[in-house]
């Protein structure tokens, strides 16, 4: 069973640093792209970034663009998301999510399992 588990959440000040885990298991990560998305208590779901380990692709929101990064761990099995210069704004849950598609950005429109999520503060 494709299966996705989020890790790394915390409290951070404004400016700091923070690496959230996307753990898999059931499948190579060369088989789907990867998305990450976030969403804050009472507002949509929004997307962050995508990795495609096949293509050596990532993409990111303009949102994010410049801060934050993604790399991958084959040996582990696990995509990390690295957040530089955190916002306030950047509070919220993070999730990621396998895609039908094994391309970036493309991936985002054929998103099949999901992890349980793990929360990001920024606060002073």
């Known amino acids: 069973q494709v299966q996705l588990v989020e890790s790394g959440g915390g409290l951070v000040q404004p400016g700091g640093s923070l690496r959230l885990s996307c753990a898999a298991s059931g499948f190579s990560l060369d088989w789907y792209a990867i998305g990450w998305f976030r969403q804050a208590p009472g507002k949509e779901r929004e997307k962050v970034s995508c990795i495609s380990t096949r293509e050596g692709k990532t993409f990111y929101e303009d949102s994010v663009k410049g801060r934050f990064s993604l790399s991958a761990d084959n040996g582990k099995n696990t995509v990390y998301l690295q957040m530089n210069s955190l916002k306030p704004e950047d509070t919220a849950v993070y999730y990621c999510?396998?895609?039908?598609?094994?391309?970036?950005?493309?991936?985002?429109?054929?998103?099949?399992?999901w992890g349980q999520g793990t929360l990001v503060t920024v606060s002073s």
């Open positions: 999510a396998t895609s039908k598609s094994d391309a970036c950005p493309t991936g985002y429109g054929y998103l099949e399992t």
